[in-house]
């Protein structure tokens, strides 16, 4: 993940025999760390284990009919379902870690002025706020300043004292990102645009380039919690860099944080693409290559 195999904003996963039932495990990581939970990670790792033919043959199913994948994370197995047309995965989805919030239109202090959002667990803590694009835009023009501003937003959420943490999932700690949305229209019935454009910034500074699956999860299961959008209907988010993925609630009466939260189950679908192989060599005489280096921004 570190340079100079890898670069400041890369996210990937080690992909590991499953020891709970599942077709595979995985342990996703970025260049600061380990982290427990990455939707878009979730997508590309199932496309992979099916277009390179790593599941039992019996089990591919060529569309309408889905094919169903069991994905082990650090935050339980993942239910997912593919739709494979024999030579390439159309669309991934799966149903991610209940979500449910921690803390409601939290207001803070920043350069920019007061920020009001709410902090959301949809497999980590992220902080989701609303900007107006007139005022700040998520697009890759402004992603120095995005990042800049979610580095500043998070360290001061860190610096207030708040209890961030999961009951049923205990390793759990802490605020991970810091998600910037644009919203783009009202009617959430109409599928065919995107709802909102977002960003996450999250570990040191660094940027998602993909709508963030897990993050997905928890904009839309968040604003159906405030019952500000219904379960009738897909919700669209756009990344900055324009892919989509699509999000629906489908489990609204569960709880979370050991029964002391309403939660909601929110299934995304989304899609990736196989680019190619790598192999890297490691010289344990390069004292900078062996171990990678991070420049923080």
């Known amino acids: 993940m570190r ?11 080690f992909l590991l025999d499953p020891t709970e039932g599942g077709d595979a495990a995985a342990l996703f990581m970025n260049p600061s760390g380990y982290t427990d939970q990455c939707g878009h990670g979730m997508i590309a790792i199932v496309t992979l284990l099916i277009q390179l033919g790593k599941l039992p043959q019996e089990r591919y199913r ?3 009919d889905l094919m169903q994948v069991r994905l082990e994370t650090t935050v339980g197995i993942l239910e997912t379902e593919a739709c494979w047309n024999g030579e390439k995965v159309e669309f991934v989805k799966f149903k991610n ?4 919030i921690l803390y409601k239109d939290l207001t803070i202090k920043s350069s920019f002025g007061q920020i ?3 902090i959301v667990f949809n497999g980590a803590f992220n902080f989701f706020a609303e900007f107006d694009s007139g005022q700040l835009q998520v697009k890759p023009e402004n992603s120095a300043r995005i990042m800049e501003l979610g580095g500043e937003i998070k360290q001061t959420i860190q610096s207030m004292g708040l209890e961030i943490s999961n009951k049923d999932f205990p390793q759990i700690t802490g605020l991970h990102g810091v998600d910037f949305i644009n919203l783009r229209k ?24 993909s ?7 928890g904009r839309v299961g968040s604003l159906f919690l405030k019952g500000k959008i219904s379960s009738e209907h897909y919700f669209v988010n756009e990344s900055i860099i324009g892919s989509k993925f699509k999000a629906r609630i489908v489990n609204t009466t569960v709880k979370a944080n050991r029964d ?3 939660a909601c189950i929110v299934e995304i679908q989304g899609q990736a693409h196989l680019l190619g192989r790598t192999e890297w060599w490691l010289d344990p005489d390069d004292v900078i290559g062996y171990n990678g280096f991070i420049i923080h921004r």
């Open 186 to 209: 009202k009617d959430a019935s109409d599928d065919s645009k995107p709802n909102q454009k977002s960003v996450l910034v999250f570990g040191c500074k660094q940027i998602d380039r």
């Open 62 to 64: 060529l569309k309408p």
């Open 116 to 118: 009001t959002g709410d």
């Open 211 to 217: 709508p963030c699956g897990s993050g997905t999860a």
């Open 260 to 262: 002391s939260k309403p």
């Open 3 to 13: 340079e100079p195999r890898g670069h400041y904003d890369m996210f990937g996963g």
């Open 97 to 100: 870690t209940p979500v449910w």
